[in-house]
T-cell receptor
Framework: SAVISQKPSRDICQRGTSLTIQCQVD?????MFWYRQQPGQSLTLIATANQGSEATYESGFVIDKFPISRPNLTFSTLTVSNMSPEDSSIYLC???????????FGDGTRLSIL | KNQVEQSPQSLIILEGKNCTLQ??????????LRWYKQDTGRGPVSLTIMTFSENTKSNGRYTATLDADTKQSSLHITASQLSDSASYICVVSAYSGAGSYQLTFGKGTKLSVIP
């Protein structure tokens, strides 16, 4: 299965600032996703990162708040913009090859906003 | 609305004992069901995947069952070890058309195995 590296693994940020999270995969993958995991809650899909085009966002998530890039088939970034304490969460990158194949997850970025 | 409910929310067992985690779902149209293990500070890792026609699947000391009629699944852990301490997440896949699948995640069961 694909090996997924996320950076940073954790960070503490000031409110109002922005942070960009990187996701690097060791092989080309068809689909890349970004999830949020809040304490005691299930994983929530933020968006699907599309190579060479705008990401597809789920209801409740907007590009201005969570801009996403995917310049190629092995790399994507998620930016959390104008952060507030409510954005404190774990952000996970996930990949799969196609359709109904299993999804693989990175170890996540633990973000705390003061 | 697709939903996945897991029980119990948390569980503490003694090392060496067995335990069973439950997952009930209302997801349609059903494609498959996966159990993931998430260690503290790590991402979820797939343990088993079951399709509509499968009712039991094992992966070492982990055995998953699926009853597609009652829309229930269970994950049985045999002879638990300290390393089994983790959150176990039930994930159900539904076909959403045009070759796409939508995943619905449960909130997970947090298992603690104590010496």
């Amino acid at each position: 299965s694909a090996v997924i590296s996320q950076k940073p693994s954790r960070d503490i940020c000031q409110r109002g600032t922005s942070l960009t999270i990187q996701c690097q995969v060791d092989s080309q993958v068809t689909m890349m996703f970004w999830y949020r995991q809040q304490p005691g809650q299930s994983l929530t899909l933020i968006a699907t990162a599309n190579q060479g085009s705008e990401a597809t966002y789920e209801s409740g998530f907007v590009i201005d708040k969570f801009p996403i890039s995917r310049p190629n088939l092995t790399f994507s970034t998620l930016t959390v913009s104008n952060m507030s304490p409510e954005d404190s969460s774990i952000y996970l990158c996930s990949v799969k090859d196609s359709g109904n194949q299993p999804q693989h997850f990175g170890d996540g970025t633990r973000l705390s906003i003061l | 609305k697709n939903q996945v409910e897991q029980s119990p929310q948390s569980l503490i067992i003694l090392e060496g004992k067995n335990c069973t985690l439950q997952c009930n779902y209302t997801v349609s149209p059903f494609s498959n069901l996966r159990w993931y293990k998430q260690d503290t500070g790590r991402g979820p890792v797939s343990l088993t995947i079951m399709t509509f026609s499968e009712n039991t699947k094992s992966n070492g000391r982990y055995t998953a069952t699926l009853d597609a009629d009652t829309k229930q699944s269970s994950l049985h852990i045999t002879a638990s070890q300290l390393s089994d301490s983790a959150s176990y997440i039930c994930v159900v896949s539904a076909y959403s058309g045009a070759g796409s699948y939508q995943l619905t995640f449960g909130k997970g069961t947090k298992l603690s195995v104590i010496p």
